[in-house]
């Protein structure tokens, strides 16, 4: 008895001690894509994000985020931040391979376009893919034409993917998969407005459903 006792607590103790190990390999794994930039994480958020307390603008300097890019867009066109100057930015990173998240926040997207009719006439919708290897100007050009007629794809150089993601504080980090021509990319989905002059005005989290995020925009009377 006293011997079965024993056995159990030493499998719990090496049972936490395991799980300790993976939860530092993982957060490890975590970082490998970016340069000591801290990605965007859920503590970050709250000040931002749609909740009921956040009014109009609160989120604006919160969170520094943004700035300017030098893409392609899915027309082949060398773009800047210059090329969308006067309108709402609705953005969104992600890579035209992603089984799920990514075609679900399109379509949130799409839907929220279409919900807010004339006042979606100020805001232009954005697709930035993280995953420029795969993702070329063909790749992302079939991919937006299947959600929102507005949404524009943007690409670029790897360096010019990752200045852009640094500057959103986008995390991704690519996880080997066979069945998805090699690998699969786990990143953050947040989808953002920004304001014309390039400020935040707020971070949606997944969770947010289209029409919570249309709501927000309507209360924020842009
Ligand atoms: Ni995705």
Redesign the pocket.
């Known amino acids: 008895m006293a011997m079965r006792k024993h056995i159990v607590r030493w499998s719990i103790l090496f049972l936490i001690g395991v799980s300790i190990g993976l939860l530092f390999t993982y957060r490890e794994a975590g970082n490998s894509l970016d340069d000591g930039i801290t990605p965007l994480s859920p503590d970050d958020v709250p000040a931002a994000t749609v909740s009921k307390e956040v009014k109009s603008h609160a989120a604006r300097g919160t969170i520094n985020l943004g700035g300017p890019f030098s893409l392609t867009d899915h027309n082949g066109k060398a773009v800047t931040e210059k090329d969308y100057a006067g309108s709402y930015k609705l953005l969104f990173f ?2 035209t391979f ?1 089984p799920m ?2 075609p679900t926040e399109l379509q949130k997207m799409t839907l929220i376009m279409n919900e807010l009719g004339e006042a979606g006439a100020k805001i232009q919708p954005l697709f930035i893919t993280v995953d420029p290897e795969r993702d070329d100007v063909e790749a992302i050009k079939i991919y937006v034409e299947q959600f929102h007629p507005r949404l524009i794809g943007l690409t670029g150089t790897r360096e010019q993917i990752d200045d852009v993601m640094n500057a959103y504080r986008v995390y991704a980090t690519k996880v080997e998969n066979e069945m998805m021509d090699g690998y699969m990319i786990n ?1 953050s ?1 947040y989808t953002y407005l920004m304001d014309p002059e390039d400020e935040l005005i707020a971070i949606y989290p997944a969770k947010d459903t289209a029409m919570d995020i249309v709501n927000d925009i309507k209360g924020r009377a842009l």
Do not use: D, Q
């Open positions: 992600g890579f992603c998240v990514c990143h989905a």
